[in-house]
């Protein structure tokens, strides 16, 4: 049985490690991945000072060292190979590819410069090699994050830290200059529903209390009628009643507001950020949504991030699910989304599967239940006779692809752990794919 697998996050490796370790049928996985390093999010998304949850790739690795395990990495599927050629070459697909475009708050001037979606941000200070020229202007003295969810905090914090919090981290080298000479004395996160509805997690939150240079900043007002809960609830109000320091930077979460409008000057730079007032709605099916009241106020910031969640991108040849932007899926299944219909041997995993919720440690129950379904489906698949495994590098060659092994990886890894250890950071990235095929082929 041969399976590939496109894309090396966090979902793509429980699969490879469900279908590695199944029992019966020997199986060879061929991981595909656009880019030359693995971990999807793991490297491009989890905060850099927060080293301690990376550490989940050494279980990546451990499944990377199984014998009939492959990493093809620097190979877009929909670019440099076709669903076509992966379904001459491979008895299933396994799309993994994750959730890599923002949602839009859907607002007048959330182009304008200064106004840079999560996934800008963060992939620049992670040095993900898509966002590594972003134009990040850390010139200006106060931010508004939009979105009271885990990313946002992440965003909030990154832009707190104080220089010797970050040289210890991760982040990535011009990330870390930038801050290092950042004017960043305020940054505003809004919800737009309230404090019992914010999605953060607990220790996201208490965190923030705990920074070198910046307090948390909370108006008791805010958290009125709240219940007296533990978890969030508990660390706002111990947020509310602590006195800032006179010196500290600020870092204020307000709740019950919607931007309405990025409002931008004469330069076209982002001049301030139009909010409406909202209340609450108890909805019949429990859930409570945010309703404008039609009270404006104008916060004052020169940045702005939405931070509002995330959707897949469209792959040439996978059906999409417009609605809900991610692969047609039922179950993990690909299904063609006009007809309903179920497209053999093809599976999805991760966010592309269920769209951007969840903790990395979630997706190795849910892709093994996939790895069920494709055992399920699979039986006698491996009697289709294919072409020799190596055909398809020999294909992805002769384009032009220069492949990158989990060895050639492993390499990268070592150069990153060494240039870091000069600043006594965990590594030091390389931020550009033409840099780290270079370096690669130098070795050869
Ligand atoms: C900013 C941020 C911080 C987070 N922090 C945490 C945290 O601290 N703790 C936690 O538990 N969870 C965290 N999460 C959630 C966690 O990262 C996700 O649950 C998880 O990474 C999703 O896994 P995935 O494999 O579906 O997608 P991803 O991790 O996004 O992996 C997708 C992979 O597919 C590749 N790919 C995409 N398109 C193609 C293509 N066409 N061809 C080939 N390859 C392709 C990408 O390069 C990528 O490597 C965070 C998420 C974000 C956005
Ligand atoms: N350390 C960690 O463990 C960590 C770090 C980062 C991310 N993650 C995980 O990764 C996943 C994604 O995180 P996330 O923060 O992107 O998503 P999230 O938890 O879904 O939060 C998204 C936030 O955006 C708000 N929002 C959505 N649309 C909006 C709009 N149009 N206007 C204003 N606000 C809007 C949501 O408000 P509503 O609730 O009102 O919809 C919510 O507060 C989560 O599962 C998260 O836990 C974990």
């Given at each position: 049985?041969?399976?590939a697998?496109i894309g090396?996050g966090p979902?793509?490796?429980y699969a490879a ?5 199944r ?5 060879d ?8 390093t693995?971990y999807?999010?793991?490297r491009g998304?989890?905060a850099?000072?927060h080293q ?7 279980v ?11 990493f093809?990495?620097n190979?877009?599927?929909?670019r440099?190979v076709s669903?076509?050629?992966?379904r001459?070459?491979?008895h299933?697909i396994?799309?993994a590819?994750?959730?890599?475009s923002?949602r839009?708050l859907g607002?007048?001037g ?5 106004c840079?979606p ?6 620049w200070y992670?040095?993900?090699?898509d966002y590594?020229n972003?134009r990040i202007?850390l010139?200006?003295?106060r ?6 969810g885990n990313?946002?905090?992440d ?6 830290r104080?220089?010797?919090?970050l ?5 990535a080298?011009?990330?870390?200059d ?6 960043v004395?305020?940054v505003f ?23 070198e ?5 909370v108006?008791a007002?805010?958290?009125?009628g709240c ?7 508990k660390i706002?109000?111990s ?5 800032p ?6 870092l204020h ?7 309405t409008?990025v409002l931008g000057?004469?330069e076209?730079?982002?001049a ?6 909202n209340?609450l709605?108890?909805?019949p099916?429990g859930?409570?949504?945010a309703?404008g009241t ?5 916060l004052?910031?020169?940045m702005v ?6 959707a897949a991108e469209r ?10 932007r991610?692969i047609a899926?039922q179950d993990?299944r690909v ?7 179920v ?7 991760g966010?592309?599967?269920?769209g951007p919720q969840?903790?990395i440690?979630?997706?190795k129950?849910a892709s093994a ?7 399920a489906?699979?039986?006698?698949l ?9 055909a ?6 002769e384009?032009?692809?220069q492949l990158v092994?989990?060895?050639?990886w ?9 240039r870091?250890?000069?600043r006594?950071a ?6 550009d794919v033409e840099?780290?095929?270079?370096l690669?082929s130098q070795?050869?």
């Amino acid at each position: 049985m041969r399976v590939a697998i496109i894309g090396s996050g966090p979902a793509g490796f429980y699969a490879a490690e469900a279908l590695l370790k199944r029992a019966g049928t020997p199986v060879d996985v061929d991981v595909f991945d656009r880019l030359p390093t693995p971990y999807g999010l793991v490297r491009g998304g989890v905060a850099p000072d927060h080293q301690k949850i990376k550490a989940v790739v050494r279980v990546f690795a451990s499944t990377a060292a199984r014998p009939t395990f492959r990493f093809l990495g620097n190979v877009q599927l929909g670019r440099d190979v076709s669903v076509e050629e992966l379904r001459r070459h491979y008895h299933q697909i396994v799309y993994a590819t994750g959730n890599e475009s923002d949602r839009r708050l859907g607002i007048p001037g959330e182009g304008i410069a200064g106004c840079t979606p999560a996934a800008v941000f963060v992939g620049w200070y992670n040095g993900h090699p898509d966002y590594r020229n972003a134009r990040i202007d850390l010139s200006v003295s106060r931010v508004a994050v939009v979105g009271n969810g885990n990313v946002a905090v992440d965003v909030a914090r990154i832009l707190m830290r104080s220089r010797a919090e970050l040289e210890r981290t991760d982040i990535a080298a011009h990330a870390l200059d930038s801050l290092r000479n950042s004017q960043v004395r305020e940054v505003f996160v809004l919800g737009r529903r309230g404090p019992e509805q914010a999605a953060f997690s607990p220790s996201e939150l208490k965190e923030l209390g705990s920074m070198e240079a910046a307090d948390p900043v909370v108006d008791a007002g805010e958290l009125a009628g709240c219940a007296d809960a533990d978890g969030n609830m508990k660390i706002l109000r111990s947020f509310a009643s602590r006195q800032p320091r006179g010196d500290a930077k600020k870092l204020h979460l307000r709740f019950l507001v919607s931007p309405t409008e990025v409002l931008g000057n004469a330069e076209g730079k982002v001049a301030g950020l139009a909010l409406e007032k909202n209340r609450l709605e108890a909805r019949p099916d429990g859930t409570v949504a945010a309703r404008g009241t039609g009270q404006i106020e104008v916060l004052d910031v020169d940045m702005v991030v939405p931070a509002i969640g995330f959707a897949a991108e469209r792959i040439a040849g996978v059906p999409f699910d417009e609605k809900a932007r991610i692969i047609a899926n039922q179950d993990g299944r690909v299904v063609d989304p006009a007809l309903r219909r179920v497209i053999p041997d093809e599976y999805v995993v991760g966010w592309a599967r269920s769209g951007p919720q969840g903790l990395i440690g979630e997706h190795k129950r849910a892709s093994a239940q996939v790895v069920e379904h494709m055992i399920a489906d699979g039986a006698g698949l491996e009697a289709r006779v294919l072409p020799r495994r190596d055909a398809i590098d020999a294909l992805l060659r002769e384009r032009g692809v220069q492949l990158v092994s989990f060895d050639d990886w492993k390499r990268l890894d070592d150069v990153e752990v060494v240039r870091g250890e000069r600043r006594g950071a965990p590594r030091d990235k390389i931020v550009d794919v033409e840099a780290m095929l270079a370096l690669l082929s130098q070795g050869q």
